[in-house]
């Protein structure tokens, strides 16, 4: 099966520090991989889409230099929040597409970020 | 902007009871895919769905497709505590890359 990774599971931070989230696709290659984020008792948004070499491509209301995201290889992409408040303490989920197959998603299992 | 309202939003029942959950949309999706996410995890994926009218089973879940595929169910039968959890539809649409998640149905299996 396929595996995604994340590090870390869990974050704690100091309000206006920066704070790096990895997504790692183990056993495969991934052009593409998304980035979610999950409010407690709600449902996955979707950040961003990441493709390996290129820009991200941000949703509507996601500020795109608060969430930096780098994708330099078929197996990592890195989410970075920049200058963190509390209002982005949340549960960052990412999901990896398999190079090829454009039907079926992996998600890692989640980075839990508390801004103090 | 396409969405997926799921009903209930939460669902307390007892062991060996029978339920049915639903994810309604507007739109029209090329595929449609159930997960089933616990705390502090991500969504492991349950099915995919792809023609309008499928049906899959997986053991005691029933997983049924609309057949003008903007709608799905996911029905339990004889619920067991293990099943627990925020079950998520997704829908992808032709041409986009991206999965659209519903708004989630929380489901707690009493013993």
């Known amino acids: 099966g396929a595996v995604v990774s994340q590090h870390p599971s869990w974050v704690i931070c100091k309000s206006g520090t920066s704070v790096k989230i990895e997504c790692r696709s183990l056993?495969?290659?991934?052009?593409?991989m998304f980035w979610y984020r999950q409010f407690p008792k709600q449902s996955l948004m979707l950040m961003a889409t990441s493709n390996e070499g290129s820009k991200a491509t941000y949703e509507q209301g996601v500020e795109k230099d608060k969430f930096l995201i780098n994708h330099a290889s078929l197996t990592l992409s890195t989410l970075t929040v920049t200058s963190a408040h509390p209002e982005d303490s949340s549960f960052y989920i990412c999901s990896a597409r398999r190079t090829g197959n454009t039907d079926t998603q992996y998600f890692g299992p989640g980075t839990r970020l508390t801004v103090l | 902007t396409q969405l997926l309202e799921q009903s209930p939003q939460f669902l307390s029942i007892q062991e060996g009871e029978n339920l049915t959950v639903y994810c309604n949309s507007s739109s029209v999706f090329s595929s449609l895919q159930w997960y089933r996410q616990e705390p502090g995890e991500g969504p492991v994926l349950l099915v995919t769905?792809?023609?309008?009218?499928e049906v899959k089973k997986l053991k005691r879940l029933t997983f049924q497709f609309g057949d003008a595929r903007k709608d799905s169910s996911l029905h339990i039968t004889a619920a067991q505590p293990g099943d627990t959890g925020l079950y998520l539809c997704a829908g992808r649409n032709t041409g986009f890359q991206k999965l659209v998640f519903g708004t989630g149905t929380r489901l707690l299996v009493s013993p």
């Open positions: 769905v792809v023609t309008g009218g």
């Open positions: 056993d495969f290659q991934a052009t593409t």
